[in-house]
């Protein structure tokens, strides 16, 4: 096993309001390897986002500030280096594609200029070698006519052609790591499916790892490798995409299943709502909505990350799967009965397997 | 009772684009084309498709909070279009509007109270106290409390912002309810819960409710009924279950299969789709989706799979269009050298693997004709190889316009349409006296009458276009039952045959299904 890309480690990003301490980030961890697509999930206001700033220190310092943990990026701890040496790692090894195309790009230049700019800001080429890579990039993220578009303004893309242009910038210096933050969520569905189809793609031909921040399960269940579901600024469970699918394990995640509209079994939603950002409750962050909380969720810190089923790559912070406790309390007993190989070995018709849709 | 609560019939709101002080006008949008649809009492109609499609321009012209161009809407046997500034009002009192934004649709300035109960005081409800109640009763239906009538929109979470502003929906009893994305604003988390209140709202008040929405998942879980919207016009109409199971339309198909699903045993089986929505100032000729249907028809008997022929396809819209800019091509070929002096083979190869074509076509004639076509780009022919690509790969998507056909009927197109256009007519008079049903008919008829000016039940089917017979013998015998009536004066009578006859009916638009 190589050393992990990126490898964060109980991070923890407060704000300090007016209102109190609001730990946006409280305690999270998890590693993206090279290579691999990692997805960050959670409903608004879990943390995901401010997770996806805190790598290259983008949150506002203040109110925000990272208070602990640490971010280790290619053996090298992000928060301890300066704002300058991180100004050299942003957009250059580290890139960022935002959820509004519109908002990533200066509507007063061509996105030619905005992607010539991109190049030379962090590297020594010529204007016309940049134009020149700057065209290849458009063509490769599928702009047609990229030379005749090189030098329209933003306005003149559609949302689509505009998350395109975008990707295109991030991917002007050959980042090792691409955090995408909702990249698709202002897009229709049919367009989605074509950035989704091109990420994976380009990390391919750019062997990139990709870490992708959505509130949209299915969009985690097409691209990801691995997954991690936070809410309220902890992580609730992580695991392989196939595994986290297959045997979805924390309360949380089975509910966010379960709330899904138009899977045709009548979609469940999580009662309650999310718990106050400066006041979260003792012991388990889900445990006011949970319907299988019991006295020992209620009391202490967010319980630690077990394994479930003894896979150490497919953790869950939930007392019920704890030493001594029983899982089947949350899952049925019915699931039990799911080879430990899961999904994994079913091919692509793996559908028919006593699948409910 | 069989009338639907609400006939849209032709529906069309075109947006002007002018230019210069004058304000010529020099363009349209046609963000709604002509689109027809029915809500019965008690049902949710879905109306989906991408941005853009004209579906949240249809609902707020069917209310009248835009003027329609044209069409047709008929709400209860009286026609919307025709109503004065009073009878608009009395309307607006029964058909009320959810929007997407449950933040911004509040007054951050009026407690909810006083935001739910503005219905009720607009319309002459003097009684504060009695206001209260209403309000307070109503906030305990929609899931708050009756104690968060003095608390400001601020205190409230985005599904309970949405949950207030259904309940000031609901507060002056209204029969429709038009909600406009209603959850995709929301987390998922609670998307179900108002998607159940809105469920059990509607049958609590035997409400009639059209739900505009991108998401096929939200339509799939409440609405009876779905239309599917593309660039203004519907192309498929069906009961949910059976949109769902069994999507007649390639666009239906694609929207269903791009839609993502949450299980990663199934990732990269969705449809994919290539290209964007085109402009609705400039709709394609033909059938609105040729230029990205995956599944469009060659006229000609070529052996291409359903991919290669979209890809030359996109060649040929896209010559058509101008939009071949051959010079950057010859720059790309050349790598850096003399674009002039590019290799006319490189020039070539590289417009292939710009529109994915591969480097021969499996059929000879395909490959022959395609040749001939990239000679002429070569040589900077643009409308030439158009020419020839349009003359090689015709396709009956591009040049004739499908029309909405219903299931089960052999009703052609135009006699649909007609049939439509006849009803909804015949519905703003089920409340008129006998001889305003005959005055009406006489000058709707005036043209077609015979000498005498007496109007038979030929001129009143020349009148409305419906030939006799019609292609289908059922609808023809519904049509001339309801022609009788019409003529004796009973146009309740005529409307229930008509309604009775072609109740929602499944329909679609597409050439694929011509021939069954």
């Known amino acids: 096993m190589t050393e992990p890309l990126l490898s964060i480690r109980d991070l923890r990003t407060v704000f300090h309001t007016d209102e109190g301490l609001v730990r946006a980030v409280d305690g999270v961890s998890f590693d993206v390897n090279r290579g691999e697509t990692v997805c960050l999930v959670g409903e608004s206001g879990s943390g995901k986002t401010v997770t996806g700033e805190s790598i290259t220190r983008l949150i506002r310092t203040p109110p925000g500030e990272i208070a602990g943990g640490e971010i280790v990026f290619d053996g090298q701890d992000l928060t301890a280096l300066s704002e300058a040496e991180l100004r050299d790692l942003r957009g250059d090894r580290i890139a960022h594609v935002f959820q509004n195309p519109q908002g990533a790009l200066n509507p007063v230049y061509t996105v030619g200029w905005q992607i010539v700019e991109a190049i030379q800001l962090h590297q020594d080429v010529p204007r016309e070698e940049a134009r020149s890579r700057g065209l290849d990039l458009l063509d490769r993220v599928g702009i047609p006519e990229a030379t005749r578009r090189f030098d329209d303004y933003p306005h003149e893309f559609s949302g689509g052609m505009k998350q395109r242009v975008s990707l295109a910038m991030a991917l002007a210096t050959n980042p090792d790591l691409l955090i995408a933050d909702e990249p698709t969520t202002a897009l229709d569905v049919t367009i989605q499916n074509q950035i989704l189809d091109l990420l994976t793609e380009l990390q391919d031909e750019f062997d990139m790892s990709i870490l992708l921040i959505t509130h949209d399960l299915g969009v985690v269940a097409e691209v990801a490798d691995r997954v991690v579901v936070m809410y309220a600024g902890k992580v609730m469970e992580r695991g392989d995409v196939f595994d986290l699918f297959e045997r979805p394990s924390h309360p949380y995640t089975r509910a966010l299943l379960n709330c899904l509209p138009g899977r045709g079994d009548g979609a469940r939603s999580i009662g309650g709502k999310l718990p106050s950002p400066t006041d979260p409750p003792d012991g388990c962050r889900f445990h006011p909505r949970c319907d299988y909380a019991v006295d020992a969720c209620r009391e202490g810190d967010q319980p630690p990350a077990y394994a479930v089923d003894g896979d150490e790559d497919h953790v869950v912070s939930c007392v019920h799967y704890g030493p001594g406790s029983d899982p089947s309390v949350v899952r049925g007993e019915d699931e039990e009965a799911v080879p430990a190989d899961g999904g994994r070995a079913v091919d692509g018709d793996g559908g028919a397997r006593g699948d409910d849709r | ?516």
Not at chain 2, 330 to 344: F, H, I, L, T
Not at chain 2, 378 to 401: K, M, N, Y
Request: hydrophobic letters at 40%; aromatic letters at 4%.
């Open chain 2, 1 to 516: 009772m069989t009338r639907p609560l609400l006939d849209v019939e032709g529906l069309t709101k075109h947006y002007s684009i002018t230019e210069g002080v004058l304000r010529n006008e020099v363009g349209k949008v046609r963000a709604v084309d002509g689109i027809s649809f029915t809500v019965d009492r008690g049902e949710t109609l879905g109306l989906v498709g991408e941005s853009g499609c004209g579906k949240s321009t249809a609902a707020t012209t069917a209310l009248r909070l835009e003027e329609p161009t044209d069409g047709h809407v008929v709400f209860d046997g009286e026609d919307v279009t025709a109503y004065d500034d009073r009878e608009l009002k009395r309307f607006r009192r029964r058909a009320q509007m959810v929007f997407q934004d449950p933040t911004s649709s509040f007054d951050p300035r009026m407690s909810i109270g006083e935001s739910v109960a503005e219905p009720l005081r607009v319309h002459g409800m003097r009684d504060r106290e009695r206001r209260r109640r209403i309000v307070g009763d109503l906030l305990e239906r929609v899931g708050l409390d009756a104690a968060d009538v003095d608390r400001y929109p601020h205190e409230f979470s985005g599904g309970q912002k949405q949950r207030i502003g259904l309940a000031r929906a609901l507060v002056i009893n209204p029969d429709l309810i038009v909600a406009d994305e209603p959850v995709s604003a929301l987390d998922v988390s609670v998307q179900a819960d108002i998607l159940d209140l809105i469920d059990r709202l509607q049958r609590e008040f035997g409400l009639a409710i059209v739900v505009i929405s991108h998401d096929m998942g939200v339509v799939r879980e409440v609405c009876d009924r779905v239309a599917v919207m593309y660039l203004g016009e519907i192309v498929e109409t069906a009961p949910t279950a059976e949109l769902f199971e069994d999507p007649q339309h390639p666009y239906t198909r694609a929207l269903l299969g791009s839609t993502p699903v949450a299980d990663p045993r199934r990732r990269g089986q969705g449809t994919k789709l290539t290209g964007d929505v085109p402009s609705p100032s400039d709709p394609p000729p033909g059938c609105r989706f040729h230029t990205r249907c995956p599944e469009v028809i060659p006229d000609a008997d070529y052996d291409l799979d359903a991919e290669t022929w979209r890809a030359v396809l996109n060649l040929r819209l896209r010559a058509a269009s101008r939009g071949i800019d051959v010079e950057a091509v010859r720059v790309y070929a050349a790598a850096g050298d003399d674009p002039e002096a590019a290799d006319p083979e490189a020039v070539r190869a590289e417009i292939r693997e710009e529109f994915d074509i591969p480097a021969t076509l499996p059929d000879p004639r395909a490959e022959e004709a395609l040749a001939g076509a990239l000679d002429r780009l070569v040589v900077d022919d643009v409308d030439g190889a158009a020419e020839r690509l349009a003359d090689a790969f015709p396709t009956v998507c591009r040049r004739e316009r499908p029309g909405l056909v219903p299931d089960g009927t052999d009703l052609s197109a135009a006699e649909w349409a007609a049939i439509k256009e006849f009803r909804v007519w015949v519905a703003t008079l089920v409340d008129a006296e006998r001889e305003a049903v005959a005055e009406r008919l006489e000058a709707r008829c005036a043209n077609e009458a015979d000498r005498e000016g007496s109007v038979d039940r030929l001129a009143v089917r020349a009148a409305f276009r419906l030939p006799e017979p019609l292609s289908d013998s059922a609808a023809d015998r519904a049509v001339s039952a309801a022609v009788d009536a019409l003529l004796a004066g009973r146009a309740g009578d005529a409307a229930d045959e008509l309604y009775d006859a072609f109740g929602p009916l499944r329909e679609r638009a597409c050439h694929l299904n011509r021939g069954e």
